[in-house]
């Protein structure tokens, strides 16, 4: 089953304006990642997170993690048609190769 | 060379058919990754292999048979598939001791 749950489930924006995207988990976690997968193609790393960091940023990444809630968010700032795309966030179990994936966000920025 | 490849990037194939796909990363990466992705939902873990052993098998069908020739090269065999088991398959690795998995662009498999 499923660690993560994402919501939105799809998106939809015009370009220039922001995009937020949330990831809720259940379990403790090291740290959490977010991926970009264009459609049916590969996914790319954007950003992780440790348990220990409250926000982090990346060019017009910005993302958050709450322990205590057990959630995180990516903010996407002045967005862009290119970055039309579905957007994981991913929890390694603790000690292991496992990966859990999130449900996914579809985004689509408008031009 | 920081990419992981996989080949073919698509196929079609029957029940009856055996094929394989192919991934090879040069990153030094000794943790290589297989994962089933249907339409609209997140990668599922199939299978991981650490320094050319199997370490995670996910309950995966026996139709499915993973191999790891050397720490390059991850191979995924196919024989007597079913009609869902079209998928995009995706390799990934991670380097030792990491968590960022590098993955490849996928193989897009039918099966008829």
């Known amino acids: 089953s499923q660690q993560g749950e994402e919501d939105p489930q799809a998106l939809s924006i015009q370009e220039g304006e922001n995009a937020t995207m949330n990831c809720s988990y259940k379990?403790?976690?090291?740290?959490l990642q977010w991926y970009r997968q264009n459609s049916g193609r590969g996914l790319v790393h954007l950003i992780l997170?440790?348990?220990?960091?409250r926000e982090k940023h990346s060019g017009r990444l910005r993302v958050t993690l709450d322990t205590s809630k057990k959630s995180s968010s990516l903010l996407i700032t002045a967005s862009r048609a290119a970055d039309t795309a579905s957007y994981f966030c991913?929890?390694?179990?603790?000690?292991?190769?496992?990966?859990?994936f999130g449900a996914g966000t579809r985004l689509f920025v408008k031009a | 060379d920081t990419e992981v490849t996989q080949t073919p990037k698509h196929l079609v194939m029957g029940m009856t058919n055996k094929k394989s796909l192919k991934c090879e990363q040069h990153?030094?990466?000794?943790?290589m990754y297989w994962y089933k992705q249907k339409a609209k939902k997140p990668p599922e873990l199939m299978f991981v292999?650490?320094?050319?052993?199997?370490?995670i098998n996910e309950s995966v069908p026996s139709r499915f048979s993973p191999e790891c020739p050397n720490s390059s090269l991850l191979n995924l065999h196919l024989h007597a598939l079913q009609p869902e088991d079209s998928a995009l398959y995706l390799c990934?690795?991670?380097?030792?001791?990491?968590?960022?998995?590098?993955f490849g662009p996928g193989t897009r498999l039918t099966v008829l």
């Open positions: 990934a690795s991670t380097r030792t001791g990491g968590d960022e998995q590098f």
């Open positions: 991913a929890m390694p179990y603790t000690g292991g190769f496992k990966t859990i």
């Open positions: 990153m030094g990466h000794r943790a």
């Open positions: 379990t403790s976690i090291n740290n």
């Open positions: 997170i440790r348990s220990n960091e």
């Open positions: 292999y650490s320094y050319e052993k199997l370490s």
